[in-house]
């Protein structure tokens, strides 16, 4: 579950004076752009075409949009190849790259799944033993196939439901920074609602775009400051009535031992799917997989009452360079 509302990855404004600020209501959340130019009228037009963008990709990608090609794939019947958009096949291309590379643990056909554990008021309900036997049917990415050659999808399950939740923004986030490139407007800051952030390029004359990483159990509270020099940082966590379910482990139901996880990661697609699956890998696995991946880190922030908890320990993975970790939080460095 992706961060709605509480700003948990954020910026510092007042070091960023000199940027020009633009926003944009989309996806269910607010698209914010940090552009440095000398021209504001040219830095707002450029702004204005990149949110275009935005609203164009949330026609095609999302599940709640009549005739979008994720709606359409979830109500087609299965072995009908269905054609999609080149920028929604790209989409599902990187999902399917992301579920190999976490062994499962990020996977875009878990919506079947997490419905079956919430009541229409998003509180976690319990369900049968045979709704979670059927939802686990209904989930996974061998249920999907795509042909590289026309550009089609084919689902192999009906019921399968596709939602790009958490990984839609960091690729729309990816495709802002292209069309910011193809303006010469590079100096820039994507800000793709509360929980993920993309550097275009860093400005001259400064050293890194100041984030703040904040408690999402007391957004007042800071845990982390660093600059960001390249790449995305991207956050997800638990919030009330909002659960994240393992879609690898057939018996268990939400996770319950963490409070959030961070990522970095050299783009914002893969930030955006990590943070989610290093809410569900152990330890190990999240210290291998950034040792097999040098330019991935980790902060992860167990829950108060979790066996990885103690004395409020932030756990540190990779090499996130230059973080500051507020005097009230631990680090433990596990590479």
């Known amino acids: 579950m992706k961060f709605q509302g509480e700003q948990v990855v954020d910026t510092d404004a007042r070091s960023m004076a000199d940027a020009y600020h633009f926003a944009h209501e989309a996806m269910a959340t607010v698209f914010e752009l940090y552009i440095v130019e000398a021209d504001e009228t040219y830095a707002r037009q450029g702004a204005q075409a990149?949110?275009?963008?935005v609203d164009r990709l949330e026609l095609e990608m999302s599940r709640f949009v009549e005739n979008s090609d994720i709606a359409r794939l979830n109500s087609t019947i299965p072995g009908e190849m269905v054609d999609v958009g080149p920028?929604?096949?790209?989409?599902?291309?990187?999902?399917?790259?992301?579920?190999?590379q976490t062994n499962g643990a990020f996977d875009i056909s878990v919506g079947a799944l997490y419905e079956c554990w919430l009541d229409e008021d998003k509180t976690v309900r319990q369900p049968s033993d045979a709704e979670v036997s059927r939802a686990r049917q209904l989930t996974g990415m061998g249920h999907l196939k795509l042909d590289t050659e026309s550009f089609g999808v084919e689902v192999l399950m009906e019921g399968l439901q596709l939602d790009l939740g958490g990984i839609g923004k960091g690729f729309t986030a990816e495709k802002v920074a292209k069309i910011l490139r193809e303006w010469s407007l590079?100096?820039?800051?994507?800000?793709?609602g509360a929980s993920s952030v993309l550097s275009v390029s860093v400005p001259q004359g400064m050293s890194g775009w100041p984030i703040r990483l904040r408690n999402p159990s007391k957004p007042s509270e800071t845990l982390a400051k660093f600059e960001l020099t390249g790449g995305a940082v991207s956050g997800s966590g638990?919030?009330?009535?909002?659960?994240?379910?393992?879609?690898?482990?057939?018996?268990?139901?939400?996770?319950?031992?963490?409070?959030?996880?961070?990522?970095?990661?050299?783009?914002?697609?893969?930030?955006d799917a990590l943070s989610t699956a290093?809410?569900?890998?152990?330890?190990?696995?999240?210290d291998d997989y950034c040792l097999a991946n040098p330019k991935t880190a980790a902060i992860i922030l167990p829950h108060a009452d979790s066996e990885e908890s103690c004395r409020r320990e932030v756990m540190?993975?990779?090499?996130?360079r230059g973080v500051d970790l507020e005097s009230d939080f631990i680090s433990q460095k596990t590479t």
């Open 316 to 320: 540190q993975f990779g090499q996130w």
């Open 87 to 100: 920028d929604v096949f790209d989409c599902l291309s990187r999902a399917m790259e992301m579920f190999e």
């Open 278 to 286: 290093f809410m569900v890998l152990d330890s190990g696995e999240i």
């Open 50 to 53: 990149a949110f275009a963008e």
């Open 238 to 271: 638990r919030q009330k009535g909002r659960h994240i379910i393992d879609p690898r482990d057939s018996e268990a139901g939400p996770v319950e031992g963490r409070l959030a996880a961070w990522s970095m990661a050299p783009d914002a697609v893969a930030a």
């Open 186 to 192: 590079g100096q820039a800051l994507v800000l793709a």
